[in-house]
Structure formats: C-alpha cells, structure tokens
C-alpha cells in the first residue's frame, strides 16, 4: 500500500510563494497518477493540479492555473506543488493523492490520501 506524507505548508504574505512536497513511503508512487487537492474550512474539496505517472502530462484548476507547477521524481518517490502569487483564497489544507487513474479531478477517484498541509495567505 502508498502511503502519503505532505509537508512545507505554512503562512505567507499575498503575492508570496511556497513549495509544497508529498513524499510516499511503504510502497513507491512510481505507477500511480498524482494530484493535488485543497479543502478551505466550510468549503468542498477541490482539485488543484494533477500529473500522470510518467509527468507527461499536467492539468490545473482554472483558478490556480498560470500560478502554480506540478513536478514528480518517481526515482525519490516524490511530488512538488510550487505555488507563486499566492492569494489569501488560496489559504486552505493542502492535500496530496494517488489514483490509478487519469485525470483524476474529483475525490472520488482518488486511491490514497496523505494527511494534509496547511497553507495561510494573509497579511
């Protein structure tokens, strides 16, 4: 079984960037699609970005796309969400998933879920 480890959240300033990382252990991510989802309180969770198991591809939520990447190295069995222009919108937990399937732009088929990284955009 994959199990997911987010880390690198944390607060800053509009207009900011931050570096988010999901690293999986137990079993490797190499073979698995990933994505990024973001849940604010009170709100849905939502898709962010997703990239296939060979990074060939990568899709973004209208509202982040142009501002935020997407990148994998299987051989570290790791995933990036680098976020720039951050705004006080994008403040929510930050979670990192794994699918056999792609896309993958709802939870619904999303394998595996690592425990989430907060992210506060706020002057």
């Known amino acids: 079984q994959v199990r997911l480890v987010e880390s690198g959240g944390g607060s800053v300033q509009p207009g900011g960037s931050l570096t988010l990382s999901c690293a999986g252990s137990?079993?490797?991510?190499?073979?698995?699609?990933m994505a990024w989802f973001r849940q604010a309180p009170g709100k849905e969770r939502e898709f962010v970005a997703s990239?296939?198991?060979?990074?060939?591809?990568?899709d973004f939520s209208n509202s982040v796309s142009g501002r935020f990447a997407i990148s994998r190295d299987n051989a570290k069995s790791a995933l990036w969400l680098q976020m720039s222009s951050l705004r006080p919108e994008d403040t929510a937990v930050y979670y990192c998933?794994?699918?056999?399937?792609?896309?993958?732009?709802?939870?619904?088929?999303?394998?595996?879920w690592g425990q989430g990284t907060q992210v506060t955009v706020s002057s």
């Open positions: 998933a794994a699918s056999a399937l792609y896309p993958m732009s709802t939870p619904r088929l999303v394998a595996a």
């Open positions: 990239i296939t198991w060979d990074g060939a591809r990568t």
């Open positions: 137990e079993r490797a991510i190499t073979g698995y699609s």
